[in-house]
């Protein structure tokens, strides 16, 4: 994450928005601190969960204070962070509570699914575009909940 950081960076100095160089920071703090963390104490995976969890709640207070404009890698962090967060916390399950240490597809599925989602997050950081529609979906998504009039 810290590519994408001062890759952001480097790429944003003449320019007017400076969105991306916010969020890939917010990313870079928290990948970084998350490398401090003890792996071997009790229940490491509830603590990447935190970490998960604090970081979609820093984005989202970006937003709210400084998000003029809203690139779409936000949509991505946003949706990575919360995938991601969500099979720790089913790993914290399945281990701690559970004390299940047996592989099962939970397992293969975390293996699989956390780099593809950490890479497409740097990917999206860089490269700025809906790469997997994902922005397009969410869009359309909210606009068909919406009533129509008669």
């Known amino acids: ?19 991306r160089v916010h969020l890939s920071f917010i990313m870079m703090a928290s990948y970084t601190f998350s490398l401090f963390m003890d792996i ?6 509830l603590k990447l969960f935190i970490f998960d969890v604090l970081t979609i709640a820093v ?4 937003r709210i204070f400084l998000g003029r404009n809203v690139p779409y890698c936000f949509y991505y962090l946003i949706v990575g962070l919360g995938i ?20 099962w597809w939970l397992w293969m599925l975390y293996g699989f699914l956390m ?10 950081l860089i ?6 529609k994902l922005v397009w979906l969410i869009k359309r998504l909210k606009t068909s909940s919406i009533p129509k009039p008669n």
């Open 1 to 19: 994450m810290a590519f994408c950081f001062f890759f952001t960076l480097s790429a944003a100095i003449n320019k007017q928005d400076k969105s």
């Open 40 to 45: 071997t104490t009790a229940a490491p995976h």
């Open 59 to 62: 984005i989202f207070m970006w």
């Open 84 to 103: 991601n967060a969500s099979l720790f916390m089913s790993m914290y399950i399945d281990n701690t509570l559970y004390d299940n240490w047996d592989f």
């Open 115 to 124: 780099p593809i989602i950490d890479i497409t997050m740097a990917l999206i």
């Open 127 to 132: 490269i700025n575009k809906d790469l997997l």
